[in-house]
């Protein structure tokens, strides 16, 4: 996985902050309730890529969707198939060697296909 330009981390950010269903604020601003706090947050300045105190509570939002989340050494892989229509699947497996980058990017993917279903 290449290295994220900060566009894409800002990108990034949106999508998981609308994805954990966080309130937004103002135009600029999102309510994030997250690693043992609330803060008030542009998307530049949340730490889902870079801090698993952060992504940790993605993964498990993720997974309830019914989803399987596998974390490896320096990967991560999720799969879904969809209970009621089995042509409704969803698999990648994102390799990097920074481990949280490959969780992130993973997390991201899937969360722009689940939007899209």
């Known amino acids: 996985m290449n290295i994220m330009t900060e566009q894409e981390i800002l990108d990034g950010n949106k999508l998981i902050a609308e994805f954990m269903e966080f309130k937004k604020f103002s135009k600029s601003h999102y309510e994030c309730n997250i690693a043992n706090g609330s803060y008030l947050l542009p998307p530049f300045a949340m ?34 198939i969809d209970p009621l229509d089995e042509n409704k699947t969803f698999d990648i497996r994102i390799a990097s060697g920074v481990k949280i980058n490959a969780v992130n990017g993973a997390l991201i993917e899937f969360i722009k296909w689940y939007n899209e279903k």
């Open 47 to 80: 730490q889902f890529h870079t801090s698993w105190d952060w992504l940790m509570p993605v993964v498990e939002k993720v997974d309830q969707t019914g989803a399987s989340v596998i974390i490896g050494r320096m990967f991560c892989e999720i799969k879904y």
